[in-house]
């Protein structure tokens, strides 16, 4: 108490005179009479709703909370009344779903064991909510709500995030909520414009975003919704979901794709037409059925992957508990879960006649096919392919026509590919082979009669031994190689260098795509001598370098550009 008051007891009733209670820098003034009959009267400034955790911990309230609370009626029969402002109210569990701080305006009546309520909402990102009816609090519980305005998505941006999905714009929310609390029933409407979804983890983006769907109190019916893809083209849907407490939410949806452009960012684009179905509970498997028709698609081999990297095994020996959780929940999101249930299930035929090109590393070809998707997210069956039409490998020049090809798909929905391509040199039948993921393939070469592999692309491209070649041919097949394996090492560089004679070989391109060779060779144990061949006519140069020793070297170098030389001092520390 801040100040004294005075507490007066007489035939049974007490008696309070401003009663002033000082909390965390709130303060509670009652004052009033209670006995048989009630006549108090609460004032609250600025009381921390903090207070509340003393009675519930895992609530976790936050903000301060002003108003007055008036009781009348008998003890029996309470009759309270009151007028609440919560500012800055939050609570744990909206704290953990990303929702920030709001403000709460709540006034109405309690008496004869129900709760009339009118309350205001608003919050950051333009959140304005109205409603308030009637809550019975004994018995069934019986509900009698009504609320409107608009929610902003960015309400519920901390659960989105953790799918991977951003949601941006707000929904005009109308509905009413009536029934027993154990099963209510929603009815009203929810319509949306404008609003604009990525997925993040799949590369895609639809904007304009527009929906309305309507609520009986057993289904949701959505009577229109659609988007345009920011790659390309739109998407539709329509249909219904089961909003009934325990009914697993089924869902009846039609989704149509118009023309959709999908690119992942890496290897794949492509144009598609849809119509598709999403039929079963959505708290369980439900399946996504129906047939997507490939206009136009290009699978795209990278021209050059970085050789020097390779996977690093990292292992987290005698992890927290917490930290354990966390690798199972993102092993269940990337699939590598073992349970049998949830996600999405496949029953899905592809059809794309032709069109279908496979392109990168002198690689052009087009195929066609249809194939089937079985299964769930987590582990797609695919069966079926896409077969060769027509296509072409280029290798320094030299062009060779695909003679069989095919396109296909393991466990996942990486595509893998299989290509043929044969030429004659001479007497000798060879055939390159280019097969394994689409985004590392592996080039193999055989021929009949059998050559190694070296020997066979010296044969396919000058048509003559390699112990014939000159340095310069064989700088071009290196050239090739490495073109072809996308910069990777290979037992043909090795082969090559073994011909030449030299202790390094290295292909590499410049910032034009030309391809640039380095050659070098020790003279003996002090001397090494480097050459280096450009994209360009007159841009090779040779360079020496001599180790006189104590860490002094001497460096020179001659070409078409001009010559130098230079002294230079190392020391390891």
Request: glycine share 14%; hydrophobic share 40%; no cysteine.
């Amino acid at each position: 108490m801040t100040k004294p008051t005075v507490i007066a007891i007489e035939n049974g009733k007490v008696g309070l005179q401003q009663l002033t209670i000082q909390a965390s820098g709130g303060s509670i003034v009652i004052a009033g009479s209670a006995g048989d009959t009630l006549d108090l009267n609460a004032k609250l400034n600025a009381l921390p709703a903090s207070l509340i955790n003393t009675f519930a911990p895992s609530l976790g309230a936050e903000g301060s909370i002003s108003g007055t609370v008036d009781i009348n009626g008998t003890t029996a029969n309470p009759v309270v009344t009151y007028d609440l402002k919560w500012s800055n109210a939050a609570v744990a569990q909206a704290r953990s779903a990303g929702v920030g701080t709001l403000d709460i305006a709540a006034k109405g009546r309690f008496a004869d064991n129900a709760v009339t309520l009118d309350s205001t909402i608003a919050g950051a990102g333009g959140l304005s909510f109205r409603g308030g009816g009637q809550v019975g609090i004994t018995g069934n519980r019986p509900i009698a709500m009504k609320f409107s305005g608009n929610v902003p998505f960015s309400l519920i941006a901390g659960l989105m995030a953790q799918q991977g999905f951003t949601l941006t714009g707000e929904a005009a929310v109308d509905v009413s909520i009536n029934g027993a609390a154990t099963a209510p029933q929603i009815t009203g409407s929810i319509t949306t414009s404008g609003a604009r979804l990525v997925d993040v983890r799949r590369n895609l983006a639809v904007t304009d975003l527009a929906a309305s769907v309507a609520l009986d109190g057993k289904q949701a019916t959505i009577s229109s919704l659609s988007g345009n893809l920011a790659s390309g083209g739109t998407v539709e849907a329509s249909g219904t979901i089961g909003i009934a407490s325990g009914s697993g939410f089924p869902a009846n949806l039609t989704i149509r794709l118009n023309n959709a452009t999908y690119v992942d960012g890496t290897l794949f684009n492509a144009n598609l037409d849809g119509n598709m179905t999403l039929t079963g509970s959505l708290t369980a498997t439900p399946i996504l059925g129906g047939t997507v028709n490939i206009q136009k698609a290009a699978i795209t081999i990278p021209e050059k992957l970085p050789a020097s990297l390779s996977e690093i095994n990292i292992q987290h020996k005698n992890a927290p508990k917490a930290v354990r959780q966390m690798e199972s929940d993102i092993q269940k999101d990337t699939g590598g879960g073992n349970g049998s249930g949830g996600g999405i299930g496949f029953d899905l035929t592809v059809n794309a006649p032709s069109q279908i090109f496979v392109r990168g590393r002198g690689i052009n070809a087009e195929l066609g096919g249809s194939l089937t998707i079985r299964g769930t997210a987590a582990a797609p069956q695919v069966s079926g392919g896409f077969d060769m039409r027509r296509g072409r490998l280029e290798i320094l020049g030299k062009r060779l026509d695909f003679s069989d090809g095919r396109i296909g798909f393991g466990g996942d929905l990486v595509p893998t590919i299989d290509l043929d391509a044969k030429s004659t040199a001479g007497s000798t039948t060879i055939t390159v082979n280019v097969a394994g993921l689409a985004n590392n393939p592996t080039v193999t070469f055989a021929s009949s009669p059998a050559l190694p592999q070296d020997e066979i692309l010296a044969q396919l491209i000058f048509n003559r031994s390699l112990s014939n070649l000159s340095a310069l041919q064989i700088a071009q097949l290196a050239s090739a190689v490495s073109q072809l394996a996308g910069g990777q090492s290979t037992s043909l560089l090795d082969g090559l260098r073994s011909k030449l004679g030299v202790d390094d070989l290295d292909i590499t391109t410049d910032e034009n795509g030309g391809a640039q060779v380095r050659a070098g060779k020790y003279l003996n144990d002090r001397t090494y001598i480097e050459l280096q061949q450009g994209s360009e006519a007159g841009s090779g140069k040779a360079i020496i370098n001599l180790d006189v020793g104590r860490g002094v070297k001497l460096r020179g170098e001659t070409g078409t550009g001009g010559s130098g030389a230079g002294i230079f001092y190392e020391k390891e520390y």
